[in-house]
């Protein structure tokens, strides 16, 4: 069983950064892919970056790109997503996904998901 841990969350105001974290533990393999998703109140959850472990290739949302940044830890099977230029609209709770099919925006191709880390961008 995979266990995922978001750490990084908070209140902050537009223009400012936040880094979340990601620690997975259990049978998590290197060709695994982990991805963040985040749901805002009201809507569906989005698809926000991926990376795949074994090769570091990305994938980004277009609402994120040039903001975000997603890196891995292949030796603690970990990953974070550097949130730069924060805005209203990133505020949601973000949740930490892995799978093991390909690097998608797709959250049915993710098996495993944490709890989630509340970040909240004001004006």
């Known amino acids: 069983q995979v266990r995922l841990v978001e750490s990084g969350g908070g209140s902050v105001q537009a223009g400012d950064s936040l880094r979340l974290s990601c620690a997975a533990s259990?049978?998590?393999?290197?060709?695994?892919?982990m991805g963040w998703f985040r749901q805002a109140p009201g809507k569906d959850r989005e698809f926000v970056a991926a990376?795949?472990?074994?090769?570091?290739?990305?994938d980004y949302a277009n609402s994120v790109k040039g903001r975000f940044t997603i890196s891995r830890d292949n030796a603690n099977f970990a990953m974070s997503l550097q949130m730069n230029n924060l805005q209203p609209a990133d505020t949601a709770d973000y949740y930490c996904?892995?799978?093991?099919?390909?690097?998608?925006?797709?959250?049915?191709?993710?098996?495993?998901w944490g709890q989630g880390t509340q970040v909240t961008v004001s004006s």
């Open positions: 990376v795949r472990l074994s090769t570091g290739g990305t």
């Open positions: 259990g049978r998590i393999a290197s060709h695994y892919v």
């Open positions: 996904a892995a799978g093991n099919r390909a690097l998608s925006p797709d959250s049915v191709d993710y098996e495993y």
